[in-house]
């Protein structure tokens, strides 16, 4: 996560346990800055869930003055025993996602950053998988901004299940929102970007930034081989203006 560069304030962070959208526990990261923070971020990781890597981005994000709550997407599979040691059997899972659900414990992060941290606008931030539920959460009125990291625009054929809404239905109600692709990700093909852009027709409050040759994942993980640190340093640069807390 190094292309996130380090702001100047100290950090506290804690695992905590959510009371998810069905009362059910949901495990979080918590990340808050010394002192008062200027706004709060909900992070929606990618399909490998919370781990190491987004615990570092949201101590990253917090230096930069901003109250961070990362909740596992995941939480009920775990309850349920559900085996998720591999990318297939996550990749299997997310059919059984439910957009209710998972929407609604984003929304039960931002409750809590507000009673915990006394902020009053909390943006919604994702990756990849996330970056679709952050498109999503982007549309519900809850967030006051949004940023997608090469989320879906269109469900994946076999992502398609009841409890998944398509990410264009409701998009052109979307909150002020940030998305970056890039050119060679197969998860977002430049038809589907077209039509997001025919979404926010007219909306100057809505910003799509595409990275030519640029493939998916390649801002968030260092170690994956698609990764691309000058694009992805700039790219964070970008979100942290489009936060107000740079």
């Not at 992805?232 to 740079?246: E, P, S, T």
């Amino acid at each position: 996560m190094a292309a996130l560069r380090e702001g100047r304030q100290d950090v506290e962070t804690e695992s905590v346990i959510l009371r998810g959208f069905d009362g059910d526990p949901v495990p979080a990261f918590h990340a808050r800055p010394d002192g008062m923070p200027s706004r709060g971020l909900v992070v929606h990781p990618d399909i490998g869930g919370v781990r190491p890597l987004f615990e570092d981005l949201a101590r990253r994000l917090a230096s930069h003055g901003i109250a961070v709550m990362c909740p596992e997407p995941f939480a009920r599979a775990y309850a349920d025993g559900v085996d998720l040691s591999d990318l297939d059997r996550r990749m299997a899972q997310v059919s059984r996602l439910d957009d209710e659900a998972q929407i609604g414990d984003l929304e039960r992060a931002a409750d809590y950053l507000v009673v915990h941290d006394d902020v009053s606008d909390v943006a919604v931030l994702g990756f990849c998988m996330g970056g679709m539920y952050a498109l999503k959460a982007a549309a519900t009125d809850r967030f006051d901004r949004a940023v997608a990291f090469y989320g879906m625009i269109r469900l994946p054929e076999h992502w398609h299940a009841p409890g998944q809404a398509e990410p264009l239905t409701a998009i052109a109600e979307a909150c002020p929102t940030l998305v970056i692709f890039g050119t060679a990700d197969p998860y977002t093909p430049a038809a589907d970007i077209d039509a997001l852009r025919d979404a926010w027709a007219g909306r100057d409050d809505c910003e799509i930034v595409v990275y030519d040759d640029a493939e998916h994942g390649f801002v968030h993980d260092p170690d994956r081989p698609a990764h691309r640190a000058d694009d992805a340093a700039d790219a964070w640069d970008r979100v942290l203006k489009f936060l107000g807390v740079d």
